[in-house]
């Protein structure tokens, strides 16, 4: 019998859920209802944040959160290159351009020492960046304590990519609070830890950029009397007062979303004890596991490993070749074609290179059964042997 595909990664969906999304599509609203404000009151309450702002995408979100901190052009934002091209491509929206920080060589996430020397050197010379956006690899979070020190010591603003990180500690506060930083992006795309099957939501304390970006979303109209220009014409009257986009969340993602919040807890514990199973399993193979932060709780969106760059692909393509959809997060942003083309190359930052060559993503998500997580680790116990 042929056995079966184990993905990386993949949505968890009840029969609550379905329901949930039924009962919007019955009622009066599919888009601009109760769901998604409902869906932005709960998700702000469980991160501890003042407010929330659901979007169609985490690009989305963090387009808008560029936006609401005046990121324009002239400006810099900087960021990680072992990360999606959104957390870089949110600048180019603004007309800003994009630099990078290389990254821990043990947590993947944001090295406190290189941000530090970059920020004196750029301060040098004038170039301070506007924005940074630490990247929560994993489900894992930066050490934003010390990044939030370091960045608003240059008068530096940060946007948290938390993309990962719906359920996250840090500290022993919530992910999204946003104590160390101007805002936070998560991510609901079916893979991640719950899902609006597209989505994404930035977290902010501050009601000023709320509103910013509650405008960005929606064409950058108003019908509060209180932001527009002069007093409406009428009950029907609304005025575009800046420019906005159409990245509106629809009400069958609000239900759905509000849904998956109610199991948010179950899922996070679920990964975290497969996480510690594979911590176990995989003590004795030839490999790196990923390592934890003494200050976080990931809520394990990836578990990642670590093979010798000289078997990595070989590693990698029987993995595949057997049933196990393993992955790899991320080609570095620097090294896209894209971007080498604004002068960025290869060699330019180490540790993110020297990750890329390694990594493998593993299956984790929360519907992965214990059985087929030790198919997984038999496979892989064998492509490393057969290498």
Not at 115 to 126: I, M
Request: charged share 15%.
């Amino acid at each position: 019998m042929t056995n079966t595909f184990i993905p990386y990664g993949r949505q968890n969906i009840t029969e609550e859920d379905i329901e949930a999304v039924v009962a919007t599509l019955r009622s009066d609203y599919l888009t601009q209802g109760p769901q998604v404000p409902a869906f932005e009151r709960k998700l702000a309450e469980m991160t501890g944040a003042a407010h929330a702002v659901a979007v169609n995408s985490a690009t989305s979100a963090l387009h808008i959160a560029c936006m609401a901190l005046d990121l324009g052009v002239g400006d810099w934002l900087w960021t990680v290159p072992n990360t999606f091209v959104a957390s870089a491509n949110c600048a180019l929206y603004c007309g800003a351009q994009v630099d990078f920080v290389d990254i821990d060589p043990t947590t993947y996430t944001m090295c406190l020492d290189a941000l530090e020397a970059k920020l004196k050197a750029a301060d040098a010379v004038g170039k301070l960046p506007k924005i940074i956006v630490p990247v929560h690899l994993c489900g894992q979070s930066c050490d934003m304590e010390t990044i939030s020190r370091i960045a608003r010591s240059f008068g530096v603003k940060i946007v948290e990519d938390a993309s990962h990180s719906i359920g996250a500690h840090h500290q022993g506060r919530p992910v999204g609070d946003c104590q160390y930083s101007e805002i936070t992006v998560f991510s609901f795309h079916p893979v991640k830890i719950i899902t609006t099957a597209e989505g994404g939501i930035a977290t902010t304390q501050d009601a000023s950029l709320a509103r910013k970006m509650d405008l960005a979303r929606s064409h950058g109209i108003t019908r509060d009397p209180g932001q527009m220009t002069h007093a409406p014409d009428g009950p029907w009257y609304y005025q575009q007062i800046s420019l906005g986009y159409n990245y509106r969340m629809t009400e069958l993602q609000g239900a759905l979303g509000l849904s998956q919040l109610k199991q948010l807890q179950t899922f996070v514990t679920r990964r975290r004890q497969l996480a510690a199973q594979y911590d176990d399993l995989l003590s004795g193979l030839p490999l790196k596991r990923p390592a934890q932060h003494p200050d976080s709780n990931s809520s394990w969106h990836l578990y990642v490993v670590r093979v010798a760059a000289d078997r990595h692909t070989a590693v990698f393509e029987a993995l595949r070749a057997a049933g196990i959809g393993v992955n790899l997060h991320y080609i570095p942003v620097h090294t896209h074609p894209y971007y080498q083309a604004m002068g960025f190359a290869p060699g330019q930052f180490p540790q993110a290179e020297s990750y890329y060559a390694e990594a493998i993503s593993i299956p984790l998500y929360a519907g992965l059964s214990d059985a087929d997580q030790r198919r997984v680790v038999q496979e892989l116990t064998n492509a490393l042997a057969d290498q």
